[in-house]
């Protein structure tokens, strides 16, 4: 297995522009989750879908940002419009969902490899 | 509100010291408690915890977990210096985590 699988690596943009960050769950996995890892916030949960079915955005920072995942081997996280606040490192993780509806998993998380985002 | 907090946030030693990392967490539906090695990319899994009192061991590296104090401890012994990392501790079910400790071992 390819692991989870995030595009692109890095990503330059201006401020105002939007944003698309995308992620391949490893197959099989119930649980998609987006963090954002900043020096002075550390690794913050924006969002965590189970079943393709976004569970809990208690975490999204700004209605600028918006998650989907449209089946369950594809999710996106978009910013519109994007500001040099957003700039951070993003990682999607997954994991298969032993505990039924709503997530109570007693797994690990499988991180995929980020993608670093600066916003100029 | 669910949280995990880590100390200490960072921590300087010199080779062949021990250290020990600690996390506590107050998290909904608790679970189980993570640990996760973070070098330049993604966090790797270190530890699952989830029984109390049981110790888990790789090389140098041990966790224990104590539901009770809602807290996990993380040692490791005769450090080097690739054990420089930020050492991140995860409370599931929503797998929310702490700020990290940035541990920085000098030859």
């Known amino acids: 297995d390819a692991g989870v699988i995030q595009s692109p690596r890095h990503e330059v943009t201006e401020m105002g522009q939007e944003v698309t960050l995308r992620c391949k769950p490893i197959s099989g996995h119930n649980s998609l989750f987006w963090y954002r890892q900043t020096m002075m916030r550390g690794l913050e949960l924006l969002i965590y879908f189970n079943n393709n079915v976004p569970i809990d955005d208690s975490g999204m920072p700004e209605d600028r940002f918006s998650a989907k995942m449209p089946n369950a081997s594809f999710s996106t996280l978009k910013i519109q419009p994007s500001e040099p606040r957003d700039s951070a490192v993003y990682f999607c993780?997954?994991?298969?969902?032993?505990?039924?509806?709503?997530?109570?998993?007693?797994?690990?998380?499988?991180f995929g490899q980020g993608t670093r985002l600066t916003v100029v | 509100e669910d949280k995990v907090v880590q100390s200490p946030l960072s921590l300087v030693v010199h080779e062949g010291d021990t250290v020990t990392l600690n996390c506590s967490y107050e998290?909904?539906?608790?679970?189980?408690l993570l640990w996760y090695k973070q070098e330049k990319k993604a966090p790797t899994f270190l530890f699952m915890l989830t029984s109390s009192g049981i110790e888990k061991k790789s090389g140098r590296l041990s966790s224990i977990l104590d539901k009770k104090e809602l807290s996990s401890i993380l040692n490791i012994t005769a450090t080097q210096t690739g054990d420089s990392a930020i050492y991140l501790c995860?409370?599931?079910?929503?797998?929310?985590f702490g700020t990290g400790t940035r541990l920085k071992v000098l030859a």
């Open positions: 995860s409370g599931t079910y929503k797998y929310i």
């Open positions: 998290v909904t539906n608790f679970r189980s």
């Open positions: 993780a997954s994991s298969p969902n032993l505990g039924g509806q709503g997530g109570a998993s007693n797994t690990e998380a499988f």
